[in-house]
């Protein structure tokens, strides 16, 4: 099959030239090179057997030559198509057809490298034979070939790999529709040519034009490389816009200039119009198939595009709408500027209302419009879900800890009977460790209880003297730090805040106590409390023996302990930090924490001086 193939494409290639010298387009060039880019590596023998034998038979029956001028064709032709076939297979993906602007390189390469090999064979041959010069003849055979492969190659791969995909009946028809319309202004800029004496060939360039923005560079190749063989085709004949000019230049040479710049733009502009076409499809792939909602935005928050998935969570009068008006609450833009998923109440189209993470980026757009992309999530299914285990773990813990409590306080009282009652130094040491594990577990059930009764109490708003409370806490706590020979400063600005008295004592004790716990003998720690009228912020800081970077990702976990702490030897529950953060957040404030191993650590309390309506300390 590739031989009968091959061979009808090159019934027609021939080697000669117009009495001018100047040489005639040979398509069959295009042809052969676009066949040998495209079959397989097995029948890539039978291709270059082919090109032979086909320019064999179209030099034997139809022109009048010696055997060693065909026979010289023949193996020039088979050179040619080899260098330039290999060129453009390595270098052109995806079908082999040109879709890259770098395969517009490889194009030239072809057309350039090839043709000269199969010149200096050709162009030798044919001035042996002819006896004329051979620098003419070269460059007779190279300029032919030249514009066979660079015109012809493009539409011959094109057509190949629209077989090769199997390309829709529609296409072909789009593709034929914009031949017809291209040979029409042709044939017309003919007739204008023979009626007026003047060129129109510029007219040919409005349909190439319009077809590149419709058709794409595979039906833009394939209607430039037929509209190049027409046009040169009518002007060997002695027809069409080029020829009878006034100018020196011979016609076909004028033709050949003008239909290379011609499809050198063409493929350019065709090439990166399907490359951003490719690019959009991809996209659009990917922006329907998100399980994701997926929203673009104008700066003014209108929703301008949004996939299906976006619809089907907020409803079908999405788009035109602001994306706020789906919203319970409305987002803080600078959180939303960092990228990183805000926990959210959205709404749905019916009225319902759900949990939602809600992240967004920029685009922009080449206009210099600004869009937002937008990506919503609906985590209904997963907060639930965490509020039932965060229910079912607390009721576990509440459960365990009023059962422990009793046969500890058993366990705690026989142990300080036998202590009194026996004098064997052996037994009072066990005895006495009982007794101290004993206390160490009493304590974790005594502040599990505490968490729990704060955390259920709904917090009441009233004024707060914050600065007298934080004294209140370090008059009580002061007596430890003696204890362990640790130094309070303290530095407190008047400030009043609203919030639950109760839930505040219990937070600012929580953050002291663990800054003296944590300290040794001799350190200082520091109780420091600003306002600037909005917020207010107790910063808490000691020299201490601090927590490992690792260790700070998850301090505010329930009952996570900072390994320097448990290698220290410190008694803990881990539950302190986690409380103290619950009713900050409970208040509309912040806990954050800053330390280092060895050096010390530094935690911060900011709360509103007038805050909303409060809520329980842990939801």
Same mark, same amino acid.
């Given at each position: ?133 051979? %620098?003419? $003849? &070269? ?7 030249? #514009? !066979?492969?660079?015109?012809?190659? *493009?539409?011959?791969? +094109? ?72 046009? %040169?085709? $009518? &002007? ?7 020829? #009878? !000019?006034?100018?020196?230049?011979? *016609?076909?040479?004028? +033709? ?364």
């Amino acid at each position: 099959m590739t031989l009968i193939i091959t061979v009808a494409a090159l019934g027609g290639l021939g080697l000669s030239a117009s009495a001018e010298g100047v040489t005639i387009f040979w398509p069959a060039a295009g042809v052969a090179v676009a066949m040998f880019t495209s079959i397989s590596r097995i029948r890539r023998r039978d291709a270059l057997v082919a090109v032979g034998l086909g320019t064999v038979l179209s030099g034997f029956p139809f022109q009048d030559l010696q055997w060693l001028q065909v026979v010289g064709a023949a193996v020039a032709n088979m050179v040619e198509a080899h260098v330039a076939g290999n060129i453009l297979r390595r270098a052109l993906p995806e079908g082999h057809r040109i879709i890259r602007l770098s395969d517009m390189r490889a194009l030239a390469k072809a057309s350039l490298l090839g043709p000269s090999a199969g010149a200096l064979i050709g162009g030798s041959v044919t001035a042996l034979s002819f006896d004329s010069s051979w %620098l003419g $003849a &070269t460059l007779s055979w190279f300029t032919a070939d030249a #514009l !066979g492969i660079a015109l012809i190659g *493009p539409g011959a791969l +094109a057509i190949v790999s629209a077989l090769r995909d199997r390309v829709p009946a529609a296409r072909w028809w789009h593709t034929a529709y914009f031949g017809v319309a291209t040979v029409a202004v042709l044939v017309t800029g003919i007739l204008l040519r023979e009626a007026t004496g003047r060129s129109f060939a510029y007219l040919v360039i409005v349909p190439l034009m319009i077809a590149t923005i419709h058709l794409g560079q595979r039906g833009t190749a394939m209607l430039t490389a037929g509209t190049a063989f027409l046009t %040169l085709l $009518a &002007t060997e004949r002695g027809y069409g816009p080029f020829v #009878l !000019g006034d100018s020196n230049l011979h *016609p076909l040479i004028a +033709a050949q200039i003008f239909l290379v710049v011609i499809q050198g733009v063409l493929l350019l502009v065709s090439t990166e119009a399907t490359r951003r076409r490719d690019v959009l499809a991809e996209i659009e792939g990917v922006f329907e198939a998100a399980l994701d909602g997926v929203m673009l935005v104008d700066e003014h928050g209108t929703v301008r595009r949004a996939n299906e998935s976006s619809k089907e969570m907020l409803g079908e009068g999405l788009v035109g709408n602001r994306f706020a008006d789906f919203l319970v609450e409305p987002l803080d833009t600078e959180v939303m500027l960092t990228r990183r998923a805000v926990l959210t109440r959205g709404r749905r189209g019916n009225g319902t209302e759900f949990w939602a993470e809600v992240s967004e980026g920029k685009v922009i757009e080449d206009s210099n419009r600004i869009r937002r992309a937008i990506v919503i999530r609906d985590v209904s299914p997963r907060i639930e879900a965490q509020e039932k285990l965060d229910k079912l773990r607390d009721q576990f813990v509440s459960n365990m800890t009023h059962e422990l409590r009793t046969p500890l306080t058993s366990i705690l009282g026989y142990s300080e009977w036998l202590l009194e009652a026996t004098s064997d130094p052996d037994v009072k040491g066990d005895l006495a460790q009982i007794r101290e594990s004993a206390g160490q577990l009493q304590l974790l059930v005594d502040d599990i209880l505490d968490f729990k009764r704060i955390a259920g109490t709904t917090n009441t708003a009233e004024d707060v003297d914050f600065s007298g409370l934080i004294s209140t806490v370090v008059q009580v706590l002061s007596p430890v730090a003696g204890q362990k020979a640790v130094e309070l400063s303290v530095s407190l600005t008047p400030a009043t805040v609203i919030g639950d008295p109760l839930q505040l004592e219990r937070s600012v004790a929580n953050l002291i106590t663990n800054a003296i716990k944590y300290s040794r003998s001799g350190d200082t720690v520091t109780i420091d409390l600003t306002s600037d009228g909005r917020d207010t912020c107790l910063k808490v800081a000691d020299t201490g023996i601090g927590i490992s970077g690792d260790d700070q990702a998850r301090i505010f976990e329930r009952f996570f302990r900072a390994s320097s702490a448990v290698s220290a030897g410190i008694p803990g529950t881990g539950l302190g930090l986690a409380l103290a953060r619950d009713i900050a957040r409970s208040h509309h404030g912040e806990l954050t924490l800053e330390s280092n191993l060895g050096v010390g650590t530094t935690t911060r309390l900011r709360l509103p001086v007038k805050a909303p309506q409060l809520e329980t300390a842990v939801r």
